[in-house]
């Protein structure tokens, strides 16, 4: 249901504070001092658990595939990397960008695409369910909010490799280690639990 202008200021508002508290929050890990192992850990790492995103609290509701979890962690198949790889790049070329206050009136609404196109989370969905649907274990694909290169909110698809944690993102079609987006990294879902959320606040 479409919000009234003021409703929808009120929404925006709020969505912008929550903002700015994760980046300074975010700001004052990355400027803390870390141990020399910190730079060479290529997987992502939770600092304790948080509340989903605003946008994302019904998404388990909405879609099982996107909080499902295997009783043990599968291995990758030898071919997990090319099938990432090529339903990024379709999921990519395939949806238009756009953003939720001009498809639903609201700051954020976490869905799959529609017809007309759909926002960053939007993509990290689909891009998770057609994962899912090809037999890579969904507790190895890990949505997470993030700041991008120009520190606006954006949100990715993580898969957790063997190797370390790997970004499918809808900005580009290549495949990159989290450490090589140069993004400020806020929450993801549990690796352990993709029911709920951890907070991560960490630079790529």
Not at 54 to 62: K, N, P, V
Request: overall charge neutral.
């Amino acid at each position: 249901m479409r919000q009234s202008s003021a409703e929808r200021v009120r929404a925006l508002l709020s969505h912008a504070s929550a903002l700015v508290w994760a980046a300074v929050t975010a700001l004052l890990f990355i400027c803390a001092p870390q141990g020399a192992s910190a730079t060479n850990d290529q997987f992502i790492k939770p600092r304790g658990g948080a509340p989903a995103p605003s946008g994302a609290q019904t998404i388990c509701r909405d879609y099982a595939w996107a909080c499902a979890q295997s009783a043990a962690l599968a291995k990758p198949s030898e071919d997990s990397l090319r099938r990432i790889s090529a339903v990024n790049a379709q999921v990519n070329r395939s949806v238009r960008a756009v953003d939720d206050d001009r498809q639903y009136g609201v700051a954020e609404h976490w869905a799959l695409p529609t017809s007309i196109g759909g926002d960053c989370e939007d993509f990290a969905l689909l891009k998770k369910r057609e994962l899912v649907s090809l037999g890579i274990d969904p507790r190895r694909l890990l949505i997470a909010t993030v700041l991008d290169r120009q520190r606006n909110p954006h949100a990715v698809l993580v898969f957790r490799s063997d190797e370390g944690d790997l970004v499918l993102d809808n900005l580009t079609d290549k495949i990159r280690n989290w450490r090589e987006t140069h993004y400020v990294f806020l929450q993801m879902q549990d690796p352990n639990r993709p029911t709920g959320w951890v907070n991560v606040y960490a630079s790529g």
